[in-house]
């Protein structure tokens, strides 16, 4: 045990376990193999009231068992919590032959631990009257998390695997995500400018002895690590590096994985248009390989620039173009730490607010509360702009347009519905599983045909000036899309060959506990030209109940009708795997179809961040 300061302590297993003192109480950083345990009664500590764990990785909390069985509470970076709780599920899961996914999940822990809370990005976690900052860190790991506090004067940095030395790192196989890729080492400038920034007195590692001097330290490692992705890589513009770029005097880009736009008005005030990802590789290391862990991390970027360089004050307002999670990862960081409005296209609102009952893609897990629903053709005055928002679907049907007059330019905000086609000319964008329908492309196409905007600020690469002819190649492009489709399906209906969920369980998950009671609905969407009937029957695991298990609903073409149903979830329901799935047993028009729909009931609700401590009642449909 090696004293630092007067409450500071630091105790070398497995990884360098930090103590902070108060009286008798301490709080432990990081656990190691849980020895320190032993050795806290010769600082007349008695009680442990917390370990919080800078990241997943075995050394750091190879021990919380032992934790566990002192009803000692652990806290964990929010990203990584299934490391921690579900590894029954990760091990189950991961990939081990044809290994392309090289991150360093392996050192994960071979048996669950019970934690008590997650360390949310950005929050303050406090403590007998100190402070710990939780500054996302990642690059050792995915989910890594430095812990900043003020501690006997001094401003202390935890910086878990963050830096060994100065200028110096413990692993470097750590460092690679995708195989042959630099993301590990792209967050890695991320990481350690962001933690420059906080001004440290003094930085803790995990492994390594602590130091002082902490701006040089870092901003060293910075160097070498920027110096070596471009002899690598071929990346001198790391994804820290991506800045905003003025288009017109009041209209700035960002050109990260999706684009953000922004507004400014004279006074200072911003409207954002998206806010998502820095860069495309900081997206892609959490979409392309499934592990249990996966949960894409929302990271602050380019706000600073943005003040300081571009005259903004304060953001005022973001409006997402559509639902996806790389546009609007970002926006609840907005609105929980800059207060920001969210607005959005209406039949978006219950997405954002409750996005546990849909299954589309690239749904944004977080749940955000939404300001205000704004509706077809509504025109709304912000600042000194006036925009006006349409539906554009085909890309996916919860997708809008905006259309305004920016410095004397006719702009619109397309989302991703507009794209250019290499060697000229635009398309329009379509992923079926996002709700797309037989008429979608067309209505797009129209609508841009018939405004005309001269300046397209799309949801990926431009913007592009457009002209009337180049409208007309756009909207004849939507019209060829739709004649395709209808060449390749089999049903005379077309909808039947592109709409899936016509027939739907709400929530599509439901999180639950045992003896829980949950508020369903079942969702039968005509997509005929004639009246139609679904009678149906829900197919549930051994002691489940329904009240009513099955109906009979007849809906008007193009019309949704409603079915509420109250499932009970037995109390001797086991909680071994986290998701249980129910059907729904399905007749259309006297013609029998099987288990058409499914819900997957979330059985461990306590580890359900997703739903964010939101209503999880089903809202009423539009």
Known sequence: MEKISENLYLFEDTCNVYIVKAGDRAVLIDFGSGKVLDELAHLGISQVDWILHTHHHRDQCQGDAIANERNIPIAVPAQERPYFDEVEVFWGSRQIYDIYNVRQTFFTLTQSVRTSRVLEDYETFEWEGHRFFVQPTPGHSLGHTALIAEIDGQKVGFSGDLIAAPGKVQTLYDLQYAYAQGDGCDYMVYSLSKMRNHHTDLLCPSHG?????????????????????????????????????????????????????????????????????????FLYSFEVFFEAGNRLRPLEHNLDILRDSFGMKQIDLALPSHYHDDHVNGLPYLQQHHDTKIWCFENMVDILEHPHGYKLGCTFPTPMKVDRGLGQGETFQWEEFEFQVFHTPGHADYHMGMFGEIDGTRVAFSGDEVGAVEGGGYKSNNIWRNHVHANSHEITGKLYLEHQPELVCPGHNGPWEIGPEEWEVYHDWCLTEQTHWRGLAAPENLEEALYPDHVFLYPYQPPAAPGEKVR????????????????????????????????????????????????????????????QPIALDATLDGVYRGQLAEAVVDMRPDLDWDTGGMDRRPSAAD
């Open 209 to 281: 002895r602590p130091f002082g001097e902490t701006a040089d330290a870092l901003q060293s490692l910075e160097s070498k690590f920027r110096s070596y992705l471009e002899h690598r890589f071929n990346i001198n513009t790391p994804s820290l590096d991506v800045a905003p770029r003025s288009i017109l005097p009041h209209l700035v880009q960002i050109p990260g994985c999706s684009n953000t736009w922004i507004v400014i008005s004279d006074s200072g005030k911003a409207l954002f248009i998206d806010y998502g990802s820095p860069s495309r590789t």
């Open 520 to 579: 369903m609905q079942v969702w039968f969407e005509n997509i005929t030209s004639e009246q139609s009937t679904l009678e149906y029957e829900l197919v549930l695991p051994e002691g489940w109940e329904a009240q009513p298990d099955r109906g009979t609903v007849t809906a008007e073409p193009g019309k949704k009708e409603i079915v509420d149903f109250l499932l009970s979830v037995p109390e001797d329901q086991s909680v071994a795997y986290r998701r």
